[in-house]
C-alpha cells in the first residue's frame, strides 16, 4: 500500500506531541526593575539546556518569536523571551525608552535567571538592543549573536552616515503613530513590513491581525520613544566590541532596514561575524519564511 503524506494538521499534532513528551519546564513571569518597571518574559525548556534569548522588534512582542521558540523548545533547547519596557505585557511607563535602559532591562532578566553560555538572537530593534546588551552586559554570559534584519550600525542619516534615511522619515512615523496608532500599524503590516505591497505577494491576513495585535498591547509613550531609540542610536562601538561569533540575516528586499545601510555596514565592524543575504525576502522574514530562517538559526546555533 502507497504510504500516505501527513496533513498539515497532522503534522502540527506530531509537533505538539513531540513537545508535550518531554514535559518542559514553561512558565511565563515578570520582575522589577530597579526603576519600578515591571518587565514580562516566557521561560521555556529545561533549564540544563543552553539558553536562547529572543529580542523583539518595533512595536511588538515576545509573541512574534513564537514560531522559533517552538521550533527551539522542540530541538532541546532552553528559549526565552521578553517584552520590552512599554510594550506588549510590561508596565507602560512613560520614560527609560532607550537602547541603555533596554540593555540593562535585558541584563537583569538574564542574571535573575542566571542564563550562561547563551544565544542571542535579535530581529529590527531587537538586534540593535541586542548587540548593545551583549557589548555592554553579556562578558562570560554571551556564546553567540544572531542580527536579523537589524538596525545596526545606524539607521539615521548623518554626515559620517550619508546613506543612512533622513531625519524626515522618521519625523513621519512619530506623526502618524500621535495621530492615529492603530491605523499607522495596520498600514505597516499591511505594506512594506512583509512585502505584502509587492505585485504577486501573497498576502495572509492573520500574520497583519497578529502584528496590530501585538503593536496594541504596547503603550503609545513607549512606542513613540522607541523611534527616536531605533533610529538614532550609533551601534559601532558595540559591533566593534562584540568578539562572539556573530551571524547577521538580512533580507535584500526589506523595506523597513534597508540593507545596504545596515547588515552590509555591520559585517565590516565586526571581529567575528558571517552575512547571510536572502534575495527577495523582507523585513518579516522571520514569519514569512521560517522554515528557511529556523533551519539557517539552527546551523548556526549548533554548528
Known amino acids: 500500500m502507497a504510504a500516505v503524506a501527513a496533513t498539515p494538521l497532522q503534522a502540527t499534532a506530531a509537533a505538539g506531541r513531540s513537545l508535550l513528551s518531554r514535559k518542559p519546564h514553561m512558565t511565563t513571569s515578570t520582575m522589577t526593575m530597579q526603576d519600578g518597571t515591571t518587565i514580562f518574559y516566557k521561560d521555556w525548556g529545561p533549564r540544563t539546556a543552553q539558553p536562547i534569548v529572543f529580542h523583539h522588534g518595533w512595536p511588538l512582542s515576545g509573541d512574534d518569536w513564537d514560531t522559533q521558540m ?61 548587540a548593545h546588551y551583549a557589548a555592554r552586559h553579556g562578558k562570560g554570559r554571551v556564546a553567540k549573536v544572531v542580527l536579523i534584519g537589524a538596525v545596526p550600525p545606524l539607521m539615521l542619516k548623518t554626515p559620517a552616515n550619508p546613506g543612512g534615511l533622513p531625519i524626515e522619515v522618521f519625523d513621519g512615523f512619530r506623526q502618524q503613530l500621535a495621530a492615529n496608532r492603530a491605523q499607522f500599524y495596520r498600514e505597516v503590516a499591511s505594506g512594506p513590513f512583509y512585502g505584502y505591497n509587492r505585485p504577486g505577494a501573497k498576502v495572509v491576513p492573520a500574520v497583519i491581525d497578529n502584528w496590530w495585535r501585538q503593536g496594541m498591547m504596547g503603550g503609545a509613550k513607549a512606542h513613540y520613544d522607541g523611534i527616536k531609540a531605533f533610529s538614532e542610536t550609533d551601534f559601532t562601538a558595540d559591533l566593534e566590541a562584540l568578539d562572539v561569533p556573530t551571524l547577521v540575516m538580512h533580507g535584500d528586499d526589506d523595506q523597513v532596514v534597508p540593507i545596504a545601510d545596515s547588515a552590509r555596514l555591520s559585517i565590516k565592524l565586526l571581529k567575528n561575524g558571517t552575512l547571510k543575504v536572502y534575495e527577495g525576502l523582507s523585513h518579516g522574514m522571520c514569519t514569512t519564511h521560517a522554515d528557511r530562517i529556523n533551519a539557517d538559526l539552527l546551523a548556526f546555533i549548533s554548528g
Open 70 to 130: 517552538l521550533f527551539f523548545l522542540d530541538k532541546g533547547y532552553r528559549v526565552i523571551a521578553h517584552d520590552r519596557r512599554g510594550h506588549g505585557r510590561s508596565s507602560q511607563v512613560g520614560d527609560g525608552h532607550d537602547m541603555d535602559h533596554y540593555a540593562a532591562d535585558v541584563a537583569a532578566v538574564v542574571s535573575h535567571l542566571d542564563l550562561r553560555n547563551a544565544i542571542h538572537v535579535g530581529h529590527s530593534t531587537g538586534g540593535g538592543e541586542a
